[in-house]
């Protein structure tokens, strides 16, 4: 009996190492696991902080009015006209390519110098309302080597 004792002890003692062992191999496999997941969110955390960071240290194209309405004008007084005026935000000069108004009758009218940080540079942009009677919005899609691609600016009005 006290033999058949013993054994039983030895089997007692033999599964709880086993489980000691088993919950110390879990632990083990999951801290790894919860450390390379830690690991890879920093990593692709750097990432994505690195590319923004070049994102903001080119042109950045930016208006206080991107928009201006004429209200009402006569056809007959012809063309009209307003400026606006187009300031680089960003920490490099900005080059404005191109500008494309939405219709011939729109001409915009703009430098391709550089513009420096934190300066302004005018774009008139003239309405011909000859043969349009009605009230009109027309589009100014300003392209630069900003880091936005294109920017818009809009006219709007009513013609007599």
Same mark, same amino acid.
């Given at each position: 009996?006290?033999l058949?004792?013993?054994?039983?002890?030895?089997?007692?003692?033999?599964?709880?190492?086993? +489980?000691?062992?088993?919950?110390?191999?879990?632990?083990?496999?999951?801290? @790894? @696991?919860?450390?390379?997941?830690?690991?890879?969110?920093?990593?692709?955390?750097?990432?994505?902080?690195?590319?923004?960071?070049?994102?903001? =240290?080119?042109?950045? &194209?930016?208006?206080?009015?991107?928009?201006?309405?004429?209200?009402?004008? +006569?056809?007959?007084?012809?063309?009209?006209?307003?400026?606006?005026?187009? @300031?680089?935000?960003? +920490?490099a000069?900005?080059? &404005?390519?191109?500008?494309?108004?939405?219709?011939?009758?729109?001409t915009?009218?703009?430098?391709?110098?550089?513009?420096?940080?934190? +300066?302004? =540079?005018?774009?008139?942009?003239?309405?011909?309302?000859?043969?349009?009677?009605?009230?009109?919005? @027309?589009?100014?899609?300003?392209?630069?080597?900003g880091?936005?691609?294109?920017? =818009?600016?809009? &006219?709007?009005?009513?013609?007599?």
């Open positions: 009996m006290a058949s004792q013993c054994y039983y002890c030895l089997i007692k003692k033999i599964a709880l190492l086993e +489980k000691k062992f088993l919950l110390r191999v879990t632990i083990s496999t999951v801290m @790894k @696991k919860a450390t390379l997941l830690a690991l890879f969110t920093f990593l692709f955390t750097l990432g994505v902080w690195a590319q923004n960071e070049k994102k903001e =240290t080119g042109a950045v &194209i930016s208006a206080e009015i991107v928009e201006y309405d004429f209200g009402s004008i +006569k056809e007959a007084n012809g063309p009209v006209s307003y400026t606006f005026k187009i @300031k680089n935000v960003g +920490k000069p900005l080059v &404005i390519t191109r500008i494309n108004a939405s219709c011939g009758c729109t915009p009218e703009f430098s391709t110098e550089p513009v420096a940080p934190g +300066k302004e =540079t005018p774009v008139k942009v003239t309405y011909n309302p000859a043969g349009r009677p009605g009230q009109f919005v @027309k589009t100014i899609a300003v392209y630069s080597n880091k936005d691609g294109a920017f =818009t600016l809009r &006219i709007k009005g009513v013609v007599e």
